[in-house]
């Protein structure tokens, strides 16, 4: 099983971004330790961080027929990228929305994700820990549909 892991706009300034909504680490040390617990559950992961909306497309459209499984925190794109849920849709890859805090008891505006209705789930306001949750549900998918 191969995972791919997306992070979208500004996931890059963990650590230094807003340390109290996000929390004090970074991407890279979340995602070394993502991929740690990945490998640990069987699979293998691919991760991938961008600003730029055409990018995270381009890379969602490359998984098709390579990739089982992804598991995107898409940042702000959360809330308009029609874009990014049409690529989602498109490549037809069981997908899993994550977010660090909880949006649904913040802005208005975050409670909204025009992502979520095509994926098979969405996790939030468990800080990293919605990483490694989001991955445990997509593993559990794949390894057994009926779940």
Do not use: W
């Not at 992070?7 to 909504?21: F, H, K």
């Not at 990228?81 to 909880?102: F, K, N, Q, T, W």
């Not at 008891?105 to 409670?111: G, I, L």
């Amino acid at each position: 099983m191969k995972l791919l892991v997306l992070n979208g706009p500004n996931l890059n300034m963990l650590g230094i971004r807003r340390p109290e909504v996000y929390g004090s680490r970074t991407l890279d040390e979340i995602m070394h330790d993502l991929a740690a617990y990945i490998r640990e559950n069987g699979a293998e992961a691919e991760f991938f961080q961008s600003n730029h909306e055409g990018e995270l497309i381009d890379r969602i459209h490359a998984a098709y027929g390579l990739i089982d499984g992804i598991i995107i925190n898409p940042g702000a794109y959360s809330h308009y990228s029609y874009a990014i849920r049409d690529a989602i849709e498109a490549v037809g890859i069981p997908a899993v929305e994550v977010h660090l805090s909880d949006v649904h008891n913040r802005e208005s505006f975050r409670a909204i994700s025009v992502i979520e209705p095509v994926c098979i789930a969405q996790v939030s306001a468990l800080g990293e820990r919605s990483y490694f949750v989001g991955a445990q549900f997509i593993l559990n998918r794949l390894k057994d549909p009926a779940v």
